[in-house]
C-alpha cells in the first residue's frame, strides 16, 4: 500500500481536524460529561456540583427498578439475538442452496437493515395493535387475548420479535457471504459421502460458520444494548409498568423524563462498560480465535 | 458389477449447450481416461456420473441401472476432488471415516478401518493432524483414503495430480493404478494431460468440444488417431500435417509445393480429394536428399538433451522433426526426410477424419 507524507504538518492537522471535531462532540465531549455527572450531584437549589464518589452508583445497584432493568435487558438481548440468528441462518441457507425465488429474498431480506429503528417500530406498533392492527384479529376471535398495552410479557415479545426482524438483514448478509464462502467441493464430497442435506448442514456448514456465529453473536448483544432505544420508544414507551424498561430506554426516561441527570449518568457509564468490555472480547476473542486454515 | 454406460448423454446449461451425444460404455473394473483440453466437458461428464450435475439428455446406467434421478449417495462412486476437498476443520481421521460415520458404522469398526486405510496409503502418522497442516501430497493420499474406505463400486478422479510437483504426480500416478488394481472398482479419471491418460489407462476416451472424438487403448489412439484433432492432442512434440491433393491415380499425395508422397494400399481416397498429411515427428528420420526422401528447409534445432528436435520448414508449413543424432546444419540447408509408408496417416481436408477408419469411432463400442 502506498502512503502519503506531508511535508508540513499543519495539512495533516487540517486534514484531520473535522473527523476529530466530530469525534469530540459527539463522543468525548459527552462521555466526559457523563462522568462528570456520575459522580457529582447537583445541589437541590442550584450552586453547581457536588462531588458524591460512587453514591450515584450505589443508589442504581440498589434500586429494584433498575435490576429489573437488567433483567429485561438480557431477556431482550438474548431473545433477540438468538431469534434474528436462527432466522437469518435458515434463510441464508435457502438462498444459499438456491431455493426457488431465492434472488427475490435476496433483496428483500436486506431491506428492514436499511430502516431506522423508530421506522420498524412504528411498523410493529401498527402490526401489534390490539385495536387496529392484524393482532386486532386475534381479539376478535379471543377477546382480550392480545394488549401489549396492558400485558407486560407480551410487550416484551413485541419489542422482540421489531429488534429481531431488524437484524435479521445483518446476520443474513453475513451468513450468507460465510455459506458461499464454503468451496461447493466440499458439500459435494459430503454429499459423495452420503451425507443428506440436514447431516452435511450440521457437519460441514455449521461447524465452518462457527466464527461468525461467535462475531454476529457478539455484535447482534452489543446492538441490542444500544440500538434498542428507537424501537422501545415507538413501540411501548417503556411499559406497561416499566415491562419493556430496557437499560438504555431507562438512561433516557430517568435523565430527560425525571430530571436524574446523575442517576442516567451512571447507568450509561455502567452500559458504556458494559458494551466496552463485549467490544473487547470481539476483539480478542473473535477476530482471533476459531479460524481454520 | 459396475459396468457404466453412457448413452446419448447431453448437457446443456441454460440456453448454451456444452455437451452432446456422448456415449460411452465403460467395463467393469477397467480403468478408463478421460482426456481432452480444458474446458472440452470432461469433469462435466463426471460430474454427471457422480450425480452433481443433471444429466439434461440421454441416460446414465451403473451396473444395469439407470441412475438419471438418483441422488449421489444412491450410486455407489466415490470421488477425488482437483482441489482434494478435505474437511478443514475435521482431523485426518475424522476425514477419512466420514462415510462410514455417515453410514452409521459402529465406532470402533469404523477407527479400526480407518488406521488400515490410512496405514495402505502411507497416512499412519498424520492421522491427528487437520488438513491444514499437510503437504499437498498428503492431502492428495488423505482424498484418496476418504475414497477408499468406501470400497466404492465405481472410483471417479476429476484431475487429482495438477497440484501436485512433477515427481510427485509420477509416484502417485502409479499408486492410484496399484489401489485400482488392488481393489478392482471401476475407474474413471479425467485429466488434460496426455501422458497422464497414456499411462495410466486401459482405454482413453479422447473428448472435444463436448463430444467424444475416440474411443481406444492408449496404443491405438497414438497409432490410429480418429481425426486431425485427436493426431494433434495426442504424442508430443506435435504431429506434423501436410495439406495435399491426392492423385488421379490415388495412389499417392502431392504436397502444395509439388512433391508426392505415396500412399499404402489399404487407403482409399477419391482422386482429387483434398487431404491433410500427418507424420509424427519420432517416425521422421533426417537422410540425404533424393532417392524418394521429402526436402525440407531446416530452421533451428532445439536441444533435448537425449536428442535433438529439428525445426524445418516444408514450403510454409512447419515439419518438426525428432532425432538421437546431432547434426549442424545451417539455416535455409535443404534436408532430405524419410518415413516408413505405414507412418502416413490421412485425414480428409474437410472433416478431419481419419481416412481408412473402418469403424463409426463411438458408436462401435456402445452395447445395446
Ligand atoms: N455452471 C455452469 N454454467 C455454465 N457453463 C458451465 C458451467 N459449468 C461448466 N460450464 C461450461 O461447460 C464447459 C465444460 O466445463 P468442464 O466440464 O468444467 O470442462 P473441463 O473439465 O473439461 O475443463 C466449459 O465451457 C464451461 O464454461
Ligand atoms: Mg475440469
Redesign the interface.
Known amino acids: 500500500m502506498r502512503r502519503a507524507y506531508f511535508k508540513t504538518s499543519w495539512i495533516a492537522a487540517l486534514l484531520l481536524a473535522p473527523q476529530l471535531l466530530i469525534i469530540f462532540v459527539f463522543f468525548y465531549w459527552p462521555s466526559a460529561q457523563a462522568v462528570y455527572w456520575a459522580f457529582t450531584l447537583e445541589q437541590p437549589w442550584g450552586g453547581g456540583n457536588t462531588w458524591v464518589g460512587f453514591d450515584n452508583f450505589r443508589n442504581i445497584l440498589s434500586d429494584p427498578y433498575y435490576w429489573s432493568s437488567v433483567r429485561v435487558s438480557l431477556i431482550y438481548a438474548v431473545a433477540a439475538t438468538a431469534l434474528a440468528m436462527g432466522m437469518s441462518l435458515i434463510l441464508a441457507m435457502f438462498v444459499d442452496r438456491q431455493l426457488a425465488g431465492y434472488k427475490a429474498y435476496r433483496v428483500a431480506l436486506i431491506w428492514p437493515y436499511a430502516i431506522a429503528a423508530p421506522a420498524v417500530g412504528l411498523a410493529f406498533r401498527f402490526i401489534f395493535n390490539p385495536n387496529a392492527g392484524i393482532f386486532s384479529y386475534v381479539n376478535t376471535v379471543i377477546p382480550g387475548l392480545w394488549d401489549p398495552t396492558q400485558i407486560g410479557w407480551q410487550a416484551v415479545v413485541t419489542i422482540i420479535l421489531a429488534g429481531a426482524w431488524k437484524h435479521v438483514a445483518y446476520s443474513f448478509i453475513f451468513f450468507l457471504a460465510a455459506l458461499q464462502s464454503i468451496p461447493r467441493s466440499l458439500t459435494e464430497a459430503a454429499a459423495m459421502d452420503g451425507a443428506r442435506p440436514l447431516r452435511r448442514m450440521v457437519d460441514l456448514q455449521l461447524p465452518l460458520l462457527t466464527p461468525t456465529v461467535f462475531f454476529l453473536f457478539v455484535i447482534n448483544i452489543t446492538d441490542s444494548f444500544t440500538d434498542s432505544f428507537g424501537i422501545v420508544d415507538t413501540l411501548t414507551g417503556g411499559g406497561p409498568f416499566r415491562a419493556t424498561d430496557l437499560m438504555v430506554y431507562k438512561i433516557y426516561s430517568d435523565g430527560f423524563r425525571g430530571f436524574d441527570y446523575s442517576g442516567a449518568a451512571a447507568q450509561s457509564i455502567i452500559l458504556m462498560v458494559l458494551v466496552m468490555a463485549l467490544t473487547f472480547v470481539q476483539f480478542r476473542y473473535v477476530e482471533r480465535r476459531v479460524h481454520y486454515t | 458389477m459396475a459396468e457404466i454406460a453412457i448413452r446419448n448423454a447431453g448437457k446443456t446449461y441454460g440456453k448454451t449447450r456444452i455437451m452432446q451425444d456422448v456415449s460411452l460404455v465403460i467395463n467393469n473394473g477397467e480403468f478408463v481416461v478421460i482426456l481432452g483440453p480444458s474446458g472440452c466437458g470432461k469433469s462435466t461428464l463426471l460430474r454427471m456420473i ?3 450435475e443433471d444429466i439434461t439428455d440421454g441416460e446414465i446406467a451403473i451396473g444395469g441401472q439407470v441412475v438419471n434421478r438418483l ?3 444412491e450410486r455407489g ?3 477425488v ?1 482437483q ?1 482434494y ?5 475435521m482431523t485426518v481421521a475424522e476425514n477419512i471415516g ?2 462410514l460415520k ?2 452409521g458404522m459402529p465406532k470402533a469398526d469404523r477407527l479400526a478401518k480407518v488406521a488400515a486405510t490410512a496405514q495402505s496409503v502411507g497416512l499412519t502418522e498424520f492421522l491427528d493432524r ?1 488438513p ?1 497442516q499437510l503437504s499437498g501430497g498428503q492431502r492428495q493420499r488423505v482424498a484418496m483414503a ?1 475414497a477408499i474406505i ?1 470400497e466404492p463400486k465405481v472410483f471417479l478422479f476429476d484431475e487429482p495430480l495438477s497440484n501436485l510437483d512433477a515427481k510427485l504426480r509420477v509416484q502417485m500416478r502409479h499408486e492410484i493404478r496399484r489401489i485400482h488394481n488392488q481393489i478392482s472398482a471401476t475407474s474413471v479419471f479425467v485429466t488434460h494431460d496426455q501422458h497422464e491418460g497414456m499411462t495410466l489407462a486401459d482405454r482413453l476416451v479422447v473428448m472435444n468440444k463436448g463430444t467424444i472424438e475416440q474411443i481406444g487403448t492408449p496404443e491405438e489412439v497414438y497409432d490410429r488417431p480418429a481425426s486431425v484433432y485427436v493426431a494433434g492432442f495426442i504424442g508430443s512434440p506435435a504431429m506434423n500435417f501436410l495439406p495435399g491433393r491426392v492423385t488421379d491415380s490415388r495412389s499417392a499425395v502431392v504436397l502444395d509445393d509439388g512433391q508426392t508422397i505415396p500412399l499404402v494400399s489399404a487407403i482409399k481416397p477419391a482422386a482429387g480429394q483434398m487431404v491433410q498429411i500427418g507424420l509424427r515427428p519420432e517416425k521422421l528420420t533426417l537422410a540425404p536428399l533424393g532417392g524418394g526422401a521429402l526436402a525440407a528447409r531446416f530452421e533451428f534445432a532445439e536441444e533435448l538433451g537425449s536428442g535433438r528436435l529439428y525445426h524445418l520448414k516444408i514450403e510454409d508449413v512447419p515439419v518438426s522433426v525428432m532425432a538421437a543424432e546431432k547434426h549442424s546444419f545451417v539455416e535455409g540447408q535443404t534436408i532430405g526426410l524419410r518415413f516408413p509408408n505405414d507412418a502416413v496417416h490421412v485425414f480428409d481436408g474437410a472433416s478431419g477424419l481419419r481416412l481408412d477408419l473402418h469403424h463409426a469411432p463411438a458408436a462401435a463400442l456402445v452395447s445395446a
Open positions: 457422480a450425480g452433481l441422488e449421489p449417495r462412486c466415490a470421488m476432488f482441489n476437498a478435505l474437511y478443514p476443520h466420514y462415510a455417515v453410514a487437520k491444514g476418504r468406501r
